[in-house]
């Protein structure tokens, strides 16, 4: 296993969809397990392939106890709202804004053998499920936020300082990439008990 370079807003590969999963041989089996290295490495709660320079739709999660990965996965949403919780990209360091998500999601799909998934939750867990399936369709959270906030994300980012703290999160990340043993939580932070990326003491 190894752990892997997480690609940051401006790659094209976090605006591209990704393809489905057709080869289930030991190619996926191995990027399965270093995503999920990678997303520990981290202290993300979620990672998808796009994120590490693959265009497959595969996504890894850890959640509240709940962790694995889902391939090729199909999303199901209610049609009511949860809360609104600060959320952040693990490819948008230093950055977090409240995004709004549905309060529950189901997602269906296959494992790294072709086995049937089938998994539901609300809360952080939805949340993680809808913000991972974003961005194997090439949209990021940042796409999602509404007013103030979508204003304030965008002027954050075009702003000269958001190079330089993205630039010094992918630097401390490169310390581990390679290894074929984490732990740390460089970059990381966390929000409602989990965390999907690195940002303003905020995840997603």
């Not at 399965?32 to 997303?39: F, G, K, L, S």
Request: aromatic residues 6%; negative net charge.
């Amino acid at each position: 296993m190894a752990i892997l370079t997480i690609r940051t807003l401006g790659d094209p590969v976090l605006r591209t969809r990704a393809e489905d999963v057709t080869d289930f041989g030991p190619e996926l089996a191995k990027l399965v397990a270093d995503m999920e290295e990678t997303m520990e490495d981290v202290d993300g709660a979620g990672l998808a392939a796009p994120q590490v320079g693959v265009s497959l739709r595969v996504f890894t999660y850890r959640v509240d106890g709940q962790s694995g990965h889902v391939v090729n996965p199909v999303l199901e949403l209610s049609e009511d709202r949860q809360e609104e919780q600060l959320e952040g990209c693990l490819s948008i360091p230093g950055l977090g804004y409240r995004a709004p998500r549905f309060r529950w999601a189901r997602v269906t799909g296959v494992d790294l053998h072709g086995n049937p998934i089938s998994i539901e939750g609300e809360g952080l867990l939805a949340r993680c499920f809808q913000h991972e399936t974003d961005h194997l369709n090439g949209s990021l959270y940042i796409d999602r936020l509404e007013g103030e906030d979508r204003k304030e994300a965008l002027r954050a980012i075009r702003q000269r300082e958001y190079d330089t703290v993205a630039a010094r999160t992918v630097s401390e990340r490169a310390q581990s990439v390679g290894s074929s043993f984490g732990g740390g939580s460089v970059g990381a932070g966390s929000f409602g008990g989990g965390s999907f990326g690195s940002g303003a003491k905020a995840g997603a």
